[in-house]
């Protein structure tokens, strides 16, 4: 059974920064694909960031775009986001997932999802 468990959100003013971790646990953390998706009250779950395998392969929205980075450390089956320049409109439950294809803009392909981690940003 794949686990992910993600941690590091949390109340922080706009323009500030936080970094998110996702641990994966339960088989080999290099076969995935990992993403990073967020959902506000009342919207769907919309892509943030994704990447490959390798880590060599990035993906972002263009609304986070130059503000956000993702990163993977497949020794500790780690995944990262670290979000710069926090807005307002960056408040919403935070969710890593895992998928075994290569990296998607939607949600539908991720096999395995966390728990999520609320990020609220204020004005």
């Known amino acids: 059974q794949v686990q992910l468990v993600e941690s590091g959100g949390g109340l922080v003013q706009a323009g500030g920064s936080l970094r998110l971790s996702c641990a994966v646990s339960?088989?080999?953390?290099?076969?995935?694909?990992m993403g990073w998706f967020r959902q506000a009250p009342g919207k769907e779950r919309e892509f943030i960031t994704a990447?490959?395998?390798?880590?060599?392969?990035?993906y972002y929205s263009d609304s986070v775009k130059g503000r956000f980075t993702i990163s993977r450390d497949n020794a500790k089956k780690m995944v990262y986001l670290q979000m710069n320049s926090l807005k307002p409109e960056d408040t919403a439950v935070y969710y890593c997932?895992?998928?075994?294809?290569?990296?998607?803009?939607?949600?539908?392909?991720?096999?395995?999802w966390g728990q999520g981690t609320q990020v609220t940003v204020s004005s």
């Open positions: 990447i490959s395998r390798s880590g060599g392969g990035l």
């Open positions: 339960g088989r080999t953390f290099s076969m995935f694909t």
């Open positions: 997932a895992a998928d075994y294809e290569p990296p998607s803009v939607v949600v539908g392909p991720y096999d395995y």
